[in-house]
């Protein structure tokens, strides 16, 4: 998709600039940007790397996902100094164990990081991986936009450093930066689409060269992130179609199958020759997924859960540094969590961008006319499907399907114009997005990519439309003589659109403290090695990740019995299922098999908090408190009623602060309990406790859950089960006396 001089004729007067000699050797270009951009990422996370040991004991992001992406890079670690398999563990979930290819375990990043996670820890190693993530991809998308100026020389690189920076510090970059590593390590998209230009447009090398840099761009992807080399096919099968449309519109007499034959077998060889290089590289990662233990049947997602909402285009979040009140709580109802409020755009960069295709598209068929319909069309084209199925305002969902916006711009164009090519290709599109988010929601695996994740396309789109504009601007004003305040409009200009965008500082970061009972040697070696632990609170939903982080932390010392793991986790009947989040199960055999072949007793080791925190009131405790807005929990009210010691609470610390609601075992320290294989089972499959335990002391739980823009919040639920759970265990193992009414 570049400069079209094959898919369209070059008008007359079109200069061949680009022979234009270099005033500075383009690798000096490339590394004075590569260090701007990282230090960039680095200013925007100051609030690690200026504190003095803030990156190795404080995570960016907030809630469970940060924990579960350190576990991930520290257990490539460990697999690869333990001879383990990278991509299946039994060390989540004991002892049915998980398929990581099924989750976003990125074993390439994790390999990578492995020297830095074994010498400066796993917390360290994912502070890194989201700076590098940012400076990488904006670094990608500069080079990509570099080939769409008009000249690669000091204002052909600004603009392209303008674009760049756009894409690497997005609003999309600034959420998936609360957790999500391989979400932010985007430098493939920018990078397939130059390949894709080579072996659809220009044409002028060989094609197995292209082929063979694009399968092996496909299997680095897949080790770092699955749903993007996914959504990298889709988008690159959309701008195929693009270029087909666009030349129905330079070439209206002539029928779609001679363009094809044209261009066809050089686009064929390549892809033939990027194939075969995939295949080879990537097959037995995807043999593991597949047809591997714990692979996942049905869908992972629901649908229509995290799509970009109708109003998320124009109203910035809580993540943005410009985010009043109003467009704040509006943003709190969105159905997407916080990590997908990917999707604005804000009413000064769409304006600037409107008016850059406008001015120039009006120049006809101009190179950047061509290059600027192109992406727009295209970027238009991904934000409809990051839409999702129906269309959702403020939270709301209509029952209106998102196809309908399609149809009117169709209609709206055809209306319009009167131009054969153009009605044809207006024709062509349409069609094509009906298969396109058809293929979305009905077909497997098409349908478990997250449609708000395709945002990251729209502001890849959105920086080459703005510094194609920007080149053009500046090379304009400074031919016209301008003065320099009039030949720096253009920049003001840019500048003014994108501060809206910029994100908020601080950044939000969550401190990682973990008891010294895991990080001391002497007591962490009382666990014996290979065994399956229990540790509450048990890691039941996504924002209680914190016993893997003390696992991690322990050097993998122990099997987990728990994980804030929902892809591939087992039913009660033991298949591996879609999104089931599920209390901890260890039913099976007596005596599980361990992977050096040595057997373990079937039964495990419970850690609890050796003395409860205290509280006045007897037995009867009230606490009302909020979980946070970040976690958009309602304010709610815990009724503990019955005559029964504290104790019970095993250490879910409903902390004065109203802000955790953690096991804070550093305050309270960590006992050992041993628990007997038959009520792990017993509580797992949600049976009667046996009949030497109905004399214990009841604990009943009254929850008044609040309600916020209508939607109630089931993580309370699934809080009550798993306390209720976690306190069955304990009873069970050291039965407690009651106490006086």
């Known amino acids: 998709m570049a400069t079209f001089r094959k898919a369209l004729p070059t008008p007359a007067g079109e200069p061949e600039a680009r022979q234009t000699p270099r005033a500075i050797p383009g690798w000096i270009v490339l590394a004075g940007v590569g260090l701007l951009y990282l230090a960039m990422a680095i200013g925007l996370f100051a609030t690690i790397w200026f504190r003095p040991g803030g990156a190795s004991s404080t995570a960016l ?115 998936h930066a609360l957790g999500h590593p391989p979400a932010v390590i985007l430098f493939t998209a920018p990078l397939m689409l130059l390949v894709f230009d080579d072996l659809f ?88 997924q597949f047809f591997g233990a714990q692979a996942v049947h049905g869908a992972v997602w629901a649908p229509n859960q995290f799509v970009t909402d109708l109003l998320a285009f124009l109203s910035p979040t809580p993540l943005q540094a410009l985010a009043p009140a109003p467009a704040a709580q509006l943003s709190e109802h969105f159905s997407a969590t916080i990590y997908e409020w990917s999707g604005y755009l804000g009413i000064p960069l769409l304006a600037l961008l409107g008016y850059a295709i406008a001015s120039l598209c009006s120049r006809g068929k101009s190179e950047a006319g061509v290059l600027t319909a192109i992406f727009a069309v295209t970027g238009v084209f991904v934000a409809l499907l990051s839409m999702g199925p129906l269309i959702n305002v403020a939270g709301h969902t209509l029952p209106l399907p998102v196809a309908l916006i399609a149809l009117a711009i169709v209609f709206w164009a055809r209306w319009r114009v009167a131009n054969r090519g153009v009605r044809r290709a207006a024709r062509i599109m349409l069609w094509t997005f009906l298969m396109v988010w058809g293929a979305t929601i009905f077909v497997p695996i098409v349908s478990d990519v997250i449609p708000a994740r395709l945002m990251l396309f729209v502001f890849l789109f959105a920086g080459l439309v703005l510094a194609i504009w920007l080149d053009h601007a500046l090379r304009k004003a400074r031919a016209a003589g301008r003065t320099l305040a009039v ?197 797992g499959n949600r049976r009667p406790l046996p009949g030497r335990l109905a004399g214990l002391a009841m604990v009943q739980w009254r929850l008044v859950v609040g309600r916020r823009g209508g939607q109630h919040d089931h993580a309370v639920t699934r809080l009550h089960f798993a306390v209720a759970e976690a306190t069955a265990l304990v009873e069970h193992a050291r039965p407690l006396s009651k106490a006086k009414g």
């Open 201 to 288: 447009v220009r044409q002028t090398r060989r094609p197995t060269r292209g082929g063979v840099a694009l399968g092996v761009l496909a299997a680095v992807q897949l080790l770092l992130w699955e749903e993007l080399l996914l959504a990298e096919a889709l988008v690159g099968a959309v701008g195929i179609v693009v270029l087909l449309a666009f030349s129905a519109v330079g070439r209206p007499a002539e029928p779609l199958s001679a363009v094809l034959r044209g261009r066809w077998r050089h686009a064929a060889r390549g892809l033939a020759a990027a194939f075969i290089t995939f295949l080879v590289l990537a097959s037995g990662p995807l043999a593991i």
């Open 61 to 175: 992001g907030v809630g469970g996902d940060p924990q579960l992406a350190i576990w991930f890079l520290r257990w490539q670690e460990f697999a690869l100094t333990h001879g383990h398999n990278l991509l299946f563990t039994t060390y989540l979930d004991a002892p049915q164990g998980v398929n990581l290819m099924w989750n976003t375990t990125a074993p390439l990043l994790g390999v990578a990081l492995a020297p830095l996670t074994a010498t400066l820890g796993g917390v360290f190693a994912y502070n890194v991986a989201e700076t590098l993530g940012l400076a990488s991809s904006a670094m990608a998308a500069f080079v990509m936009i570099r080939r769409y100026v008009r000249v690669p020389d000091s204002i052909g690189t600004l603009a392209a450093l303008v674009g760049g920076a756009l894409f690497g510090f997005s609003p999309y970059m600034a959420a």
């Open 487 to 683: 030949r720096a409009l253009p920049l003001a200009l840019t500048g003014l659109a994108l501060v809206p965008l910029f994100p908020r500082q601080p950044f939000p970061t969550m401190p990682l403290a973990v008891p010294s009972f895991f990080t001391t040697p002497a007591l962490v070696e009382q666990l014996p090695s290979g065994s399956v632990v229990l540790v509450a609170p048990f890691a039941y939903d996504w924002r209680l990740a914190v016993p893997m982080l003390w696992q991690s932390e322990s050097g993998m010392r122990c099997h987990g019995g728990h994980g804030e793991k929902w892809i591939g986790s087992c039913d009660d009947s033991g298949s591996p299922a879609g999104l089931r989040p599920r209390p901890p199960r260890l039913a099976g055999a007596d005596r599980h098999r361990r992977s050096d072949g040595q057997s373990r007793p079937g039964g495990a080791i419970f850690l609890r908090p050796a003395r409860p925190p205290s509280y006045g009131g007897g037995g009867r405790l009230r606490v009302v408190r909020s979980l946070g807005s970040l976690h958009e929990h309602p304010a709610m009210a815990l009724d503990v009623l019955g005559a029964v010691k504290l104790s019970v609470l095993i250490g879910l610390h409903l902390a004065e602060n109203g802000r955790a609601f953690l096991l804070r075992a550093r305050e309270v320290g960590v006992d050992i309990v041993d628990v007997d294989q038959q009520a792990i089972d017993d509580v």
